[in-house]
């Protein structure tokens, strides 16, 4: 197939990116978007911030923007995200203990019921293990309000969207051999067997020259798979250019189509001028929306 869209289905994967709302009235993003990809995230308009911004008073309207025009262009939608330490609201950051627990549940709930049948993955939980060298939990004010916090919020997101897949989502966890990735594998195998509710994990796959695609990237995501959950690539951008930058995606699809719970894989904007980061080229198409030598390589592996 001739778009990254049509070619992972072959595979039977999705082939994602994320859309920023207010990049939506631009024709050249919209036509790339609508064209290459067949999963959206919403960059920013899902986190809690974006959807609580007073305590109790719920605001959907660019979570909607960007969830209705994926569904009526017949692409799925992954949700990001019910409970983050980043990107909380000020009423929020200022809360602890058992009042923070309770607004926490119930803004799990609140969303996951609104877009209740909308969404194919959420991730639930992000980012909550820390960056030590030892595997342990980051510390927020959502960790201070018990060390259950996260099976909490998952069993909260099933009772409220039973058919979505519940995902825990992270950076740093690519690596078999870091600790990260072990202190996340090890959550997931003890609510796998203690059946707390969780359907897959997200490696965000934020990659640059110190933290490269890893080699045993194939070992981490097979061994994932293993607990028995699918496993995504959903926040995915390579710092670099040219034939080595298009080398370590190449090396993402492979990694992806090697093992059969990979489910898909979503790259973090369109263009490079659309990236978060605060510099380089580290997306599939260039400032001006043309084609770069890492989406070939993208299209050719799949
Ligand atoms: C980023 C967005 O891309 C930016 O626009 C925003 O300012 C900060 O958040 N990990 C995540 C994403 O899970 O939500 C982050 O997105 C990037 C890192």
């Given at each position: 197939?001739?778009?990254?869209?049509?070619?992972?289905?072959?595979?039977?994967?999705?082939?994602?990116t994320?859309?920023?709302?207010g990049?939506?009235g631009?024709?050249?993003?919209m036509?790339?978007?609508?064209?290459?990809f067949?999963?959206?995230?919403?960059?920013?308009?899902?986190?809690m911030?974006?959807?609580?911004?007073?305590?109790?008073r719920?605001?959907?309207?660019?979570?909607?923007?960007?969830v209705?025009?994926a569904l009526?262009n017949?692409k799925?939608?992954?949700?990001?995200?019910?409970?983050?330490?980043?990107?909380?609201?000020?009423?929020?950051q200022?809360?602890?203990?058992?009042a923070?627990?309770?607004?926490l549940?119930?803004?799990?709930?609140?969303?996951?019921?609104?877009?209740?049948?909308k969404v194919y993955?959420?991730?639930?939980v992000?980012e909550?293990?820390a960056?030590?060298?030892?595997?342990?939990?980051?510390?927020?004010?959502l960790?201070?309000?018990?060390?259950?916090w996260?099976?909490a919020?998952?069993?909260?997101?099933?009772a409220?969207?039973?058919?979505?897949?519940?995902?825990?989502?992270?950076?740093n966890?690519?690596?078999?051999s870091?600790?990260k990735?072990?202190?996340?594998?090890?959550?997931?195998k003890?609510?796998?067997?203690?059946?707390?509710?969780?359907?897959?994990?997200?490696?965000?796959a934020h990659?640059n020259?110190?933290?490269?695609v890893?080699?045993?990237?194939h070992?981490t995501?097979?061994n994932?798979?293993?607990l028995?959950v699918?496993?995504?690539?959903?926040?995915?951008?390579i710092?670099?250019?040219?034939?080595?930058q298009?080398?370590q995606?190449?090396?993402?699809?492979?990694?992806?189509?090697?093992v059969s719970?990979c489910?898909?894989?979503?790259?973090w904007?369109?263009?490079d001028?659309?990236?978060?980061r605060?510099?380089?080229?580290?997306?599939?198409?260039?400032?001006?929306?043309?084609?770069?030598?890492a989406?070939?390589?993208?299209?050719?592996a799949?």
């Open positions: 197939a001739s778009t990254l869209g049509a070619s992972a289905a072959e595979k039977g994967r999705y082939y994602g994320a859309i920023a709302a990049r939506m631009d024709s050249t993003y036509t790339i978007a609508n064209r290459e067949n999963m959206i995230t919403a960059e920013n308009e899902m986190k911030d974006a959807t609580e911004p007073s305590q109790g719920f605001t959907f309207t660019n979570g909607d923007r960007i209705n025009w009526s017949g799925r939608v992954r949700g990001h995200t019910l409970a983050w330490h980043a990107q909380q609201p000020g009423w929020m200022s809360m602890s203990g058992s923070l627990r309770n607004a549940i119930n803004h799990v709930t609140q969303v996951a019921s609104y877009y209740r049948g993955a959420w991730d639930v992000n909550a293990f960056d030590d060298g030892r595997g342990s939990r980051r510390d927020s004010n960790q201070r309000t018990g060390n259950d996260i099976e919020a998952f069993r909260a997101a099933r409220a969207d039973p058919n979505a897949k519940l995902c825990y989502n992270d950076y966890t690519d690596n078999w870091h600790a990735t072990q202190g996340v594998y090890n959550m997931v003890d609510f796998k067997a203690r059946g707390v509710p969780i359907d897959c994990v997200g490696f965000q990659f020259s110190g933290n490269p890893p080699s045993n990237y070992t995501l097979q994932f798979a293993d028995g699918d496993v995504q690539i959903t926040e995915l951008d710092e670099g250019s040219g034939s080595s298009a080398q995606y190449q090396g993402v699809v492979q990694a992806c189509l090697a719970r489910t898909g894989i979503t790259v904007g369109v263009r001028t659309d990236s978060w605060a510099s380089g080229t580290p997306l599939l198409f260039d400032g001006s929306g043309n084609k770069k030598a989406y070939t390589s993208v299209l050719n799949l």
